[in-house]
């Protein structure tokens, strides 16, 4: 592999307790702490171990969203990325829609392999990945929870309902990582420093001529019900009765 292509969203971090908009317009952002999306972190240390066992000679970082995206992108750097690409929007994105600016980035760059965390933290949809691969009409690879190269060919174990399941695609393709593919490294202050010297270029998505009118609305946000509380029974036979009073048994 010459170029693996890695696509990170910013998120909300994960440690933050989110809350709704009191007029339940969506999810309250401001001020909050952001990070690299999980299950994209998993992807770009994949990415990093498969350049450091000498099978990819550069790693591309791509997102999608505001100028202050810059600074996961700064982080993807840090951790061994080569490059960085920002595709800049204000805009909310639908999942076809970024699959649709992924396939021009890919176009563009012409990478080997295209890695990216299976769903985002925020919309949890699942998605991105598989569109991307039929839009560019590649082999997919999603859920993976183990990486190998074999020659032109990639060898890939996915996660699925039954237990295991290991793939052989060719390349070019995609893969979506799973939570179990590895841990992410731990970025030092010494990379930091240099990755302010790693390029990182940014372009507008109109530059990619691709539809990003949405499909649906959301119509109202709101948070989960509270959860009712407990109570204490006394004995076993009591709480059979309850179960059976409540149609469970």
Known sequence: MQ?????????????VRIRVNPDGSGVATDGLKTSINPFDEIALEEALRLKEA??????????????????????????GADRALLVETDGALEPLAV????FAVVEREQPDLVLLGKQAIDGDNNQ?????AA????????????????GGTLVV?????S??????????????ADLRLNEPRYVKLPDILKAKRKPLETLPLASLGVATEPGFRIVKTEPPAPR??????????????????????
């Open 228 to 249: 009712a509380r407990g109570r204490m029974l006394a004995d076993a036979a009591e709480l059979a009765a309850e179960l059976g009073r409540r149609g469970f048994v």
């Open 128 to 132: 991105t990945g598989q569109m991307l």
């Open 163 to 176: 237990g295991l399941e290991t793939i052989a695609v060719e390349l070019p393709a995609v893969v979506t």
């Open 157 to 161: 174990t996915r996660e699925v309902d």
């Open 54 to 79: 000498g099978h990819a000679a550069e790693i591309v970082a791509v997102t999608l969203g505001p100028r202050a995206a810059e600074q996961q992108l700064r982080t993807a750097l840090a951790m």
């Open 135 to 150: 839009l560019w009409d590649r082999p997919q690879a999603t859920f993976a929870s183990r990486v190998s190269v074999d």
């Open 3 to 15: 170029r693996i292509l890695v696509a990170l969203k910013r998120v909300v971090d994960y440690n």
């Open 99 to 102: 699959a649709r600016a992924l």
